[in-house]
């Protein structure tokens, strides 16, 4: 039989990993969410899906928040400070007490 005929090749899976995401990750997603997390990989991404969950990043998404979170926080103590110092600054001159330049 040609290769490209062999009963390997038949049926797109070419006998490597299922597609979408792994059980174990829709499981993680399904518990995280306080969901069943029995059942069929079919069953667990429907399941996912219907509660229109994002399956997978994990702690790159965790990392990615956080970081967020601690930059907003920053920016606010920053923005803050420039604040009390604009309020605690002598205010400019008045304008009829400029000297003239000889």
Do not use: F, W
Request: glycine share 10%; charged share 35%.
């Amino acid at each position: 039989m040609p290769p490209t005929l062999s009963p390997a090749n038949v049926g797109g899976q070419e006998g490597g990993r299922r597609s979408g995401p792994t059980v174990k990750a829709l499981k993680r997603t399904l518990k995280k969410a306080g969901l069943k997390t029995t059942g069929k990989k079919a069953t667990l991404t429907r399941r996912v899906k219907k509660a229109h969950l994002k399956v997978g990043g994990g702690l790159m998404d965790d990392l990615k928040a956080k970081l967020k979170e601690k930059a907003e926080k920053a920016m606010d103590k920053v923005a803050d400070k420039v604040i009390a110092k604009m309020e605690n600054a002598a205010p400019p001159p008045a304008t009829g007490a400029r000297r003239h330049r000889y």
